[in-house]
């Protein structure tokens, strides 16, 4: 009677190829967020040995108006670029759902922006939102765009819209391209009209990918930083929470004081997409 050796686990294996990525991701991901939450327990400004304050940076940025002041121009600029952004795509998505001449050529040309890079799209947009710019010219106005802080956020709303839309349209194309045809079928036969369906069968059925793209947008939203460095350097009202840490860190030599502002940045979007995540699963319900 000859004994085999059982074979090794799958789940064994499993774990030990990904153990590299597992520690890559340790390295660089995890790593690096836990020594972000030590130093903002820190006075700390890169040039002499940190110095434990414990909450005090917290403390700090509670009463910071310039602080408040950045996370009130972060809220209104995602809110401003996000949700007409989401809005447009969906609508477009809607529109470019029909598979007709030049539908690839289209996708490619509402897609462009989103491959472009954010200083490219600010370097040329500062040429058209120039005082004597095409945008000016074109709409008979005399506004500056951006040494007003009147205008000078709705002028970065404008270009992230622009840029932003096709980002959500790749992602709501793909989940109308799953969605039953049979359903559509069987609602035309019913009498709906094109409204009774998108509003009863499309939005109900697209949920998930929406639910992934409002928690997108608001991650995005808060991690802007090229635009306004690029167009308005944070003045004139643009000055957003990322924004904010650099010059915190790298200006003022508050390495302690930026890390706190991240902790608390990192733990709003937790809550936020908690929250949303929660919402849409209501709504399921």
């Known amino acids: 009677m000859t004994l085999t050796a059982s074979p090794?686990?799958?789940?064994?294996?499993?774990?030990?190829?990904?153990?590299?990525?597992?520690?890559l991701f340790a390295l660089f991901a995890v790593y690096p967020g836990l020594r972000v939450f030590y130093l903002s327990l820190f006075d700390y400004n890169l040039t002499g040995r940190p110095r434990f304050v414990g909450f005090a940076n917290f403390a700090y940025l509670a009463s910071d108006p310039r602080f408040h002041a950045a996370v009130l121009n972060t809220v209104v600029y995602t809110l401003g670029t996000y949700v007409p952004a989401l809005v447009l795509a969906l609508v477009l998505a809607q529109g470019l759902r029909q598979r007709m001449a030049g539908?690839?050529?289209?996708?490619?040309?509402y897609f462009l922006p989103v491959a472009t890079s954010w200083v490219a799209v600010a370097v040329v947009w500062r040429l058209v939102l120039n005082p004597s710019g095409l945008l000016n010219q074109t709409l008979g106005l005399d506004v500056d765009w951006l040494t007003s802080s009147a205008a000078a956020p709705w002028a970065l709303v404008i270009m992230s819209i622009w840029k932003e839309t096709g980002f959500f349209l790749i992602l709501f194309l793909a989940g109308l391209a799953r969605l039953p045809v049979d359903v559509y079928e069987a609602a035309?036969?019913?009498?709906?009209?094109?409204?009774?369906?998108?509003?009863?069968?499309t939005l109900p059925l697209l949920k998930p990918i929406t639910a992934v793209c409002c928690v997108v947008a608001v991650i995005r939203g808060f991690q802007s930083f090229s635009p306004q460095v690029v167009l308005t350097g944070g003045g004139f009202g643009t000055e957003v929470v990322n924004l904010f840490v650099y010059k915190t860190a790298f200006e003022s030599a508050r390495m302690g004081r930026a890390s706190a502002v991240a902790v608390l940045v990192f733990a709003l979007l937790l809550?936020?997409?908690?929250?949303q995540l929660r919402v849409f699963r209501r709504s399921d319900a």
């Open 188 to 201: 035309r036969v019913d009498g709906a009209n094109a409204w009774q369906r998108f509003r009863l069968i």
């Open 8 to 23: 090794p686990r799958l789940d064994l294996i499993g774990a030990l190829l990904s153990l590299p990525a597992l520690v």
């Open 271 to 275: 809550v936020v997409t908690l929250v």
């Open 103 to 109: 539908f690839g050529f289209a996708r490619l040309l």
